[in-house]
């Protein structure tokens, strides 16, 4: 059965994806933020349920006024902290809660998820360039203070679910510096209730190999485990406020969370 679903869920995935498009075109110029984080979350709850897969989110329960509008009560932004493992972990965390990424610059050049991701306000950092790093870490210090979640993945690659590399402190300067919580997520994929790497988008796999392998999944969870903010100021400084999220998220994937244990880049 799933071989005959995966080809009407491909035609209904572009459908999605060019519906979503036109939507970042035509109507986010136009809206606020807190009708673009609406429109994220729906959408991209949508394309979690074409692709056949199933989203469940525990952990801290996410405030509404979070989910509708991306605003925090003391009016700062959240730092989102999670592991990766997969292109779609993006949707799945904007499907709990709306968040403006980070991303490595080759994603814009995708076939249209990279057009949409880059026009729903993906922040790119190019990889190698000499101040890269500083000139992103301006760019996320004011969207935080203008109130938007913003997402990091601290091991700046992907991997097959199965282990956490070591987080890299770099991205959570503007957090440290402001004071703007820290918050870990982790992301598990299952499928038939056991770990998979269906999802897994790693190595020199291509967007469509990792694609297929998703809809042609049985039974594929994506499990969202919010955890508690991380307040920056009883850690002091990046390094120590990484490795605190490295280890909460640890903990839930059942993985090492010694950092000198686990694997580097």
Same mark, same amino acid.
């Given at each position: 059965?799933?071989?005959?679903?995966?080809?009407?869920?491909?035609?209904?995935?572009?459908?999605?994806?060019?519906?979503?498009?036109?939507?970042?075109?035509?109507? %986010?110029?136009?809206?606020?933020?807190?009708?673009?984080?609406?429109?994220?979350?729906?959408?991209?709850?949508?394309?979690?349920?074409?692709?056949?897969?199933?989203?469940?989110?525990?952990?801290?329960?996410?405030p509404p006024?979070?989910?509708?509008?991306?605003?925090?009560?003391?009016s700062l932004?959240?730092?989102?902290?999670?592991?990766?493992?997969?292109?779609?972990?993006?949707?799945?965390?904007?499907?709990?809660?709306?968040?403006?990424?980070?991303?490595?610059?080759?994603?814009?050049?995708?076939?249209?998820? !990279?057009?949409?991701?880059?026009?729903?306000?993906?922040? %790119?950092?190019?990889?190698?360039?000499?101040?890269?790093?500083?000139?992103?870490?301006?760019?996320?210090?004011?969207?935080?203070?203008?109130?938007?979640?913003?997402a990091v993945?601290?091991? !700046?690659?992907?991997?097959?679910?199965?282990?956490?590399?070591?987080?890299?402190?770099?991205?959570?300067?503007?957090?440290?510096?402001? !004071?703007?919580?820290?918050?870990?997520?982790?992301?598990? %994929?299952?499928?038939?209730?056991?770990?998979?790497?269906?999802?897994?988008?790693? !190595?020199?796999?291509?967007?469509?190999?990792?694609?297929?392998?998703?809809?042609?999944?049985?039974?594929?969870?994506?499990?969202?485990?919010?955890?508690?903010?991380?307040?920056?100021?009883?850690?002091?400084?990046?390094?120590?406020?990484?490795?605190?999220?490295?280890?909460?998220?640890?903990?839930?994937?059942?993985?090492?969370?010694?950092?000198?244990?686990?694997?580097?880049?």
């Open positions: 059965m799933r071989f005959v679903l995966a080809p009407l869920r491909a035609a209904l995935f572009v459908l999605h994806v060019l519906a979503g498009l036109a939507t970042v075109l035509v109507v %986010y110029p136009l809206a606020g933020l807190a009708t673009r984080n609406r429109i994220n979350r729906v959408w991209s709850r949508g394309l979690v349920a074409v692709c056949g897969a199933r989203l469940v989110v525990d952990g801290e329960p996410i006024h979070i989910v509708s509008t991306g605003l925090e009560p003391w932004g959240r730092l989102v902290l999670s592991n990766h493992v997969s292109w779609i972990d993006v949707f799945a965390i904007n499907a709990a809660t709306p968040c403006r990424f980070v991303a490595k610059a080759e994603i814009g050049r995708w076939p249209l998820l !990279g057009a949409l991701v880059t026009r729903s306000g993906t922040l %790119y950092i190019e990889r190698g360039r000499r101040h890269a790093v500083a000139s992103m870490n301006h760019r996320v210090r004011d969207h935080l203070k203008a109130g938007e979640s913003i993945f601290p091991e !700046g690659t992907t991997t097959d679910g199965s282990t956490l590399l070591t987080f890299h402190s770099n991205l959570l300067a503007p957090a440290v510096e402001i !004071g703007a919580p820290v918050w870990p997520i982790a992301i598990r %994929y299952t499928d038939g209730g056991r770990p998979t790497d269906a999802a897994a988008f790693i !190595g020199e796999m291509g967007l469509l190999t990792s694609l297929a392998k998703i809809l042609l999944a049985r039974d594929l969870e994506i499990r969202i485990t919010v955890l508690p903010a991380i307040p920056v100021q009883e850690h002091g400084n990046r390094h120590a406020v990484a490795r605190a999220a490295r280890e909460a998220i640890a903990r839930v994937l059942g993985l090492a969370s010694d950092e000198r244990q686990a694997p580097r880049v």
